[in-house]
């Protein structure tokens, strides 16, 4: 059977990880996320994680050879597809990863990249409200809450606001995104391959979009 491979990309909070996730849950596709890869080595108290921590404190991109590791370890899975949260997030990245498309995918695997946009001033607002589960679960005070407050409805963990998610570090992500983006729309519109998603509809809305453009494409 065919494989399918989904890349998400967009601003920090733009949903990316919200819309994977959900994703994630309606096929058998495995997700691989380097925020959520980082978070369980920080947890872990890892060498790796020490070092991501403090690149992602300071609102920074995690050195190339720490991300590669790690998402060439996730790369081993078996799986009928793959969905792609932030990663590649710059050029080295994305050559790395078509590199590696180029030795494991066939003829009629599928790769397309999903582009969820969301204006800087929303982000900021979505940012400053997000709590986290240490299970992978992100919520909204306003527009996704848990039914229990600071409580995980998944796994009864107790939620928390991430350490890059202060105003300061949120301005610095976004400055490094804007810098280090353009070259993801470029290419896969290049390639026919992209799918642009307005990230400012509701949560189920984006995802309704979502698997549409997925079924118009037969991925689904
Ligand atoms: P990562 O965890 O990937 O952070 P990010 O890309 O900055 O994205 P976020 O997780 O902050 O946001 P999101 O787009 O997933 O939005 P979410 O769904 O949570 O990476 C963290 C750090 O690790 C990076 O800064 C970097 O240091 C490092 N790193 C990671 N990958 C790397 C790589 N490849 N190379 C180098 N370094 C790397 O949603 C946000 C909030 O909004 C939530 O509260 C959610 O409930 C809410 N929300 C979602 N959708 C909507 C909606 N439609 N309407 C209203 N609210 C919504």
Redesign the pocket.
Known sequence: MPKTIIIFF?P???????QAQMLAQKTEWKKI????L?RAEIAAGTEAGKLADK??KA????PDKI?FGLVEKSLKQKTAGFIF?????NKK?LNELLAFFKKILKKNDQVYALEVAVSDEEIKQ??S??RMCACGK???LV??PPINKDICDICGGRLFIRN?DKPKVITH?LKIYHSQSKFMTDYWQKQGRLIKID?E???KK?HEEIMEKLSELKLI
């Open positions: 967009g920090p909070g733009s949903g990316k990880g919200t996320s380097t925020g959520d980082f690149y992602i609102g920074k991109l995690v991300v949260d932030g990663f590649p997030r990245q979505r940012l409200q997000r992100v919520y909204h527009y996704n890059d992500r990230g509809q509701p949560i984006i």
